[in-house]
């Protein structure tokens, strides 16, 4: 008999399958609001300029393919703990950070939590509640046992920050706690700095451990801003985890460029994790691949790319906020009383708009807009040509 004769088919990808789903529906004028990918007005991924001129560069040089360090570049990592830490670093200073180039954020996320459940599998992991969907399954894939910590509420479209505190609070010393730096997925609702600094003296107090991904920097107020949060961390004097992610920062999503960073307490430390992530990586997949990474590390060391980086990525932003106001605008012109403006307090790619399962079902089935079940849109595939069918299939829906 076959191998696979007791192999059962695994259940769809929420999200992929519903990118299967709109590709095979005909109707000229369908949207889709599910995928976490920024497209321009033009509703197209963009190529950004100074990622086409590093590339331009790199290809001018023609370098010879040789294996990248199991760490990856020493530009890159450099690049990537400024910009979680800034350049002036008092914990880059003391060596306390170690970087590894990953394979994007779910690469980073992986690397960590494999790494972490060597030095401690019988650890709870937390994720908020809810999460981008696929945390749980990236832990429970490396071993650890996933519970969630009270998040997002419904009734304020905000957090419900007194009952994620306490939940934090009754937690076991040694649970890793993993947070979401800014522009939460999927609710787009983000703690204040206030409340920030709440979480870093708990996981403190509690001696958690904390997991800080890092997906969307830039993407809410800019990247320093955005950083608020993990400068808290970097200031706490903790050891933490960052997963970060130049997907969407860089619309770089299948180069596959993120970076895991893990503080220690000081630089003999951080010399005997690096030996041991090293460990992880080798036998995971090596080496990582070289050329996002270099054309990341280019655009970030060079004074012209970089500022044209941050303009590009300031044109993301602020077309997504446009996206945002007009939403809530047209939805109102289109009858609706209920109040919509919580979409434009919301950060990040993403709003949790509230509709139920069988309201986006209706959106599905009669306008050919898609959306995920929980009611989640992604702003960034609105423009100026389908926004306004969106704001009347919400409000036909919800009528
Ligand atoms: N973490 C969060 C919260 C995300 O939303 C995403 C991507 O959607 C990732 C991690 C993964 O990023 P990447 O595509 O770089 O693997």
Redesign the pocket.
């Known amino acids: 008999s076959s191998i696979f004769a007791a192999v059962e088919m695994a259940p769809r990808d929420p999200i992929l399958g519903l990118n299967e789903a709109f590709q095979a529906d005909p109707r000229a004028e369908k949207v889709n609001l599910g995928v ?1 990918v920024y497209y321009d007005d033009n509703g197209k991924i963009p190529l950004l300029a100074a990622v086409k001129a590093a590339e331009e560069q790199r290809l001018k040089l023609a370098p010879p393919r040789g294996y990248q360090p199991i760490e990856g570049a020493a530009a890159y990592n450099k690049a990537v703990q400024t910009l979680l830490f800034g350049t002036d670093s008092a914990l880059l200073d003391a060596g306390r950070a170690v970087t590894i180039e990953a ?5 980073a ?1 992986k690397i960590g939590a494999d790494f972490l459940n060597r030095l401690n599998s019988s650890a709870k992991v937390y994720i908020s509640d809810p ?2 969907e ?2 749980r399954a990236l832990f429970e894939a490396a071993g650890f046992d996933v519970g969630a910590y009270p998040y997002y509420d419904a009734a304020t479209r905000g957090v419900n920050f007194s009952a994620m505190l306490a939940a934090l609070k009754g937690y076991a010393a040694g649970s890793i706690i993993v947070l ?1 730096a800014c522009c939460h ?1 999927p609710t787009g609702a983000d703690l204040t700095l206030e409340q920030w600094q709440q979480v870093v003296d708990t996981i403190r107090e509690r001696d958690l451990v904390a997991f800080v ?1 890092m ?2 920097q830039g993407f809410a107020d800019g990247i320093e801003p955005d950083a608020a949060a993990l400068r808290l961390f970097a200031d706490s004097g903790l050891e933490f985890f960052v ?1 970060s ?4 920062s860089f619309s770089l ?1 299948g180069e ?3 970076a895991l960073t893990i503080v220690t307490a000081d630089r003999d430390a951080s010399a005997r994790v690096l030996s041991q992530v090293k460990r992880v990586i080798r036998t995971n997949y090596s080496n990582p691949p070289t050329h996002g990474g270099i054309v990341v590390a280019t655009v970030l060391s060079d004074a012209g790319l970089r500022a044209q980086w941050e303009e590009e990525l300031a044109g993301m932003r602020d077309r997504i906020r446009l996206m945002r106001t007009q939403l809530v605008e047209r939805i109102a012109a289109a009858g609706v009383k209920q109040d919509f403006s919580f979409v434009v307090q919301q950060r990040g790619m993403f709003s949790f708009t509230g509709l139920t399962a069988a309201q986006v079902e209706r959106m599905k089935q009669e306008y050919g807009i898609y959306a995920v079940s929980t009611g989640r849109i992604c702003l960034a595939a609105l423009n100026s040509k389908n926004i306004d069918t969106v704001a009347k299939a919400i409000a036909s829906v919800i009528a």
């Open positions: 976490g394979l994007g954020g779910t690469g996320l999460s981008w696929n945390h979401h997925n991904d997906a969307y997963s992610s130049f997907s969407k999503y596959r460029v993120g």
